[in-house]
């Protein structure tokens, strides 16, 4: 939503590379010579890997580290090519909207998303007393999973840091059905248009 956003604003394409957004310092792993875009991020087909369940302490893993990460990191195959899920990609994501806006990205989500759309409920920061209300996922064969303290860094904010209500959710899903109307609509089309043959 935050990207599409700024795409609206003709400040970005889901076409840019990635690199157009960092300093030129910055090395980020290409395949072939073919850059990762916004969009490869956005829709999950960047190459990048999802690393979150390989770190032993996802609560140490900053932007230093993520960027340490990445300049070492080589694509298996070319952006934009193959669907697979990355929490990491994901936190770029989220780690280069909140640089180009010039703050962190859950202030970002904040004022242009959460606010215009009275999103009150949805939250990047929850008390340990309000995190024992808040419904457990179930694994199947695992069974319903015991409740987890564990926190990730906030540079995986972007990725699963959110929580919401129900109330909350379902004004999230009558803005994307297109049945709220609000100062974000025009984004609809932006959030909802396949890219590299993923929605």
């Known amino acids: 939503a935050v990207l599409s956003y700024f795409i609206a604003e003709g400040k970005m394409s889901l076409n840019d590379p990635i690199s157009k957004f960092l300093p030129k310092s910055f090395q980020m792993p290409v395949f072939e010579g073919k850059e990762i875009t916004l969009g490869d991020l956005a829709t999950h087909t960047s190459g990048l890997p999802n690393l979150l369940d390989s770190l032993q302490d996802p609560s140490r893993f900053g932007s230093a580290q993520m960027y340490r990460f990445l300049k070492n990191y080589e694509l298996k195959r070319a952006p934009g090519s193959k669907y697979e899920h990355s929490y990491l990609g994901y936190a770029l994501l989220a780690n280069l909207l909140g640089r180009f806006s010039k703050n962190s990205f859950s202030e970002v989500l904040k004022q242009l998303i ?85 929605g």
């Open 114 to 198: 959460l606010a215009p759309l009275d999103l009150s409920e949805t939250t990047f920061s929850l008390p340990y007393t309000n995190k024992m209300g808040y419904a457990i996922g179930y694994e199947k064969e695992k069974g319903v999973a015991p409740f987890d303290n564990k926190k990730a860094s906030a540079i995986f904010d972007g990725a699963l840091g959110g929580y919401s209500t129900s109330d909350d959710l379902l004004k999230w899903l009558s803005f994307n059905l297109g049945k709220t109307t609000t100062s974000l609509n025009s984004i609809l089309p932006i959030m909802q248009k396949p890219y590299n043959g993923v």
